[in-house]
């Protein structure tokens, strides 16, 4: 076998269905029992479709994943709904998702006509300006104080901010990272019939009839270079030799998996900053709010950032008649909540459903799950682009691909097809 990928998610299947594609042998080694890393899904047994671990959709401006699914034939499953997303303000929530109906209508109701003035002509430079660079000098904690003003900033951009990077990194995040949201998402928001993992399956069946072997529940424990140029991979089945090596784990477990790329790479990869994130899932015998996607602010008490209520977005017909809510939130891996089990998370986060729906009753609740990650988000600092470690590390043909190098984009399954497929590009020039 020629190449070895690790990680059987977005990027590792993209970059595999690109080399054998062009006739190279290709083994994945993937840690869990499934494919599809963050994006994967559960099901339970009266559902048709699955769902994910994590509440995921597309925008339509996806166009590596789309491009993909086109390439793919599969278009024609490919859902794009329009679900509404809320923001929480004054004790009650208010859609705001459109820059162009929701959002100025919220706002002239609630701010003096200057403040509105001001968030048009910021958001609108932020929507349509392709120049990012100037703004990752600046942290989006300064950039939004200053150009929408202290009430907009205190209203919107704040407890956003708060909400996904915590106090700990809210004066960290650079500007850049939140023009790319602003810049590329729709609210139009797709998803793939039968849920991501779905999608991921028949992507992994087409990498497998393409020649590629997948091996689920094989973790890598190391990468090594030989003297002469082949790379061994490590599992506890022993080692295997290889031309060219990806990686796509997280940063840090790139740097303990191999330890003879030089210190100053992996120093680079140390330095990388993410949060992760913890998802309950908890399913309903009724709706419990009429929206998708609520967003919180922290100040108000909630204890999580976001209620995702997902059978406001696909129906609750796939899902044996359940309603289906995801509690979620982004913290420091030593946050508590990521050491809590479900029951002590649950104590802690159903109390507040009644703020969703004062008639809510535990007795609705039907069955819940508990998903956690340590790498869910990456933090980018200031002037980011200069920290990032290249694809192709300093040891002759070992590749690394991660969430952490799609900057100035969020991180997303179309941006780890993305750069999937531009390792594999670039691995196929070196001809290594
Ligand atoms: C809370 C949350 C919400 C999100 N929402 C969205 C969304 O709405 N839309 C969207 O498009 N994206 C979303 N994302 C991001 C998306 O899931 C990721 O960007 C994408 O899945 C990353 O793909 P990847 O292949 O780069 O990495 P991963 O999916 O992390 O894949 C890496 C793989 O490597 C495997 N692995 C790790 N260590 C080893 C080892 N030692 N040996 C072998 N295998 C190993 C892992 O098990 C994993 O399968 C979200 C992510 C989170 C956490």
Redesign the pocket.
């Known amino acids: 076998m020629d190449i070895a990928i690790?990680?059987?998610?977005?990027?590792?299947?993209s970059a595999a269905y690109d080399l054998t594609r062009a006739g190279q042998r290709v083994v994945i080694?993937?840690?869990?029992g499934e494919?599809?890393?963050?994006?994967?899904g559960f099901k339970a047994s009266h559902w048709d479709w699955t769902l994910e671990k994590?509440?995921?959709?597309?925008f339509a401006s996806?166009r590596s994943?789309l491009g993909l699914i086109d390439e793919l034939g599969w278009r024609d499953r490919v859902l794009f709904p329009r679900p509404v997303t809320v923001i929480y303000h004054q004790g009650h929530f208010h859609p705001f998702d459109s820059m162009f109906t929701n959002m100025p209508l919220f706002l002239l109701r609630h701010f003096p006509i200057w403040d509105v003035a001001r968030f048009g002509l910021a958001g609108a430079y932020l929507r349509f300006s392709p120049y990012w660079r100037p703004l990752e000098a600046e942290t989006a904690d300064a950039w939004t104080r200053r150009w929408f003003g202290a009430r907009m900033y205190e209203t919107i951009w704040r407890p956003m901010l708060v909400g996904k990077f915590g106090e700990e990194h809210v004066k960290t995040v650079n500007m850049a990272w939140l023009w790319a949201r602003l810049h590329s998402r729709t609210t139009r928001l797709g998803t793939f019939v039968g849920g991501f993992q779905a999608f991921l399956n028949e992507f992994a069946a087409k990498v497998q009839a393409q020649g590629a072997q997948i091996r689920l529940n094989?973790?890598?424990?190391g990468v090594r270079s030989g003297a002469d140029g082949a790379l061994t991979v490590s599992t506890a089945g022993g080692g295997a030799r290889y031309k060219a090596v990806i990686s796509?784990?997280?940063p840090a477990?790139m740097a303990r998996?191999a330890p003879d790329l030089p210190d100053a790479y992996s120093a680079q990869l140390r330095a990388l900053k993410s949060m992760g994130?913890v998802?309950l899932v908890v399913t309903l015998d009724r709706p419990l709010t009429p929206y998708y996607w609520h967003n919180l602010p922290k100040e108000a008490g909630f204890p999580f950032l976001s209620l995702v209520e997902h059978t406001n977005y696909m129906s609750p017909e796939h899902y044996g008649g359940d309603h289906i809510i995801y509690c979620?939130d982004?913290l420091d891996v030593d946050h508590e909540y990521f050491r809590l089990s479900k029951e002590e998370l649950l104590e802690r986060f159903l109390p507040s459903f009644t703020r969703f729906n004062p008639q809510f009753d535990r007795s609705w609740v039907r069955d819940t799950w508990l998903w956690k990650?340590p790498?869910?988000?990456p933090v980018p600092p200031v002037n980011h682009s200069r920290n990032i470690p290249d694809i192709r590390t300093p040891v002759k043909g070992l590749y690394f691909?991660?969430?952490s190098q799609v900057y100035p984009w969020d991180?997303?399954?179309?941006?780890?097809v993305e750069?999937?497929r531009r390792t594999a590009r670039m691995l196929m020039t070196d001809a290594v």
């Open positions: 690790v990680g059987a998610g977005a990027a590792g299947l080694y993937e840690a869990a494919v599809g890393g963050l994006a994967a994590f509440y995921h959709h597309w996806d994943i094989e973790p890598v424990t796509t784990a997280s477990l998996l994130a998802a979620g982004y990650t790498y869910a988000q691909a991660s969430m991180r997303g399954t179309n941006y780890a750069i999937g």
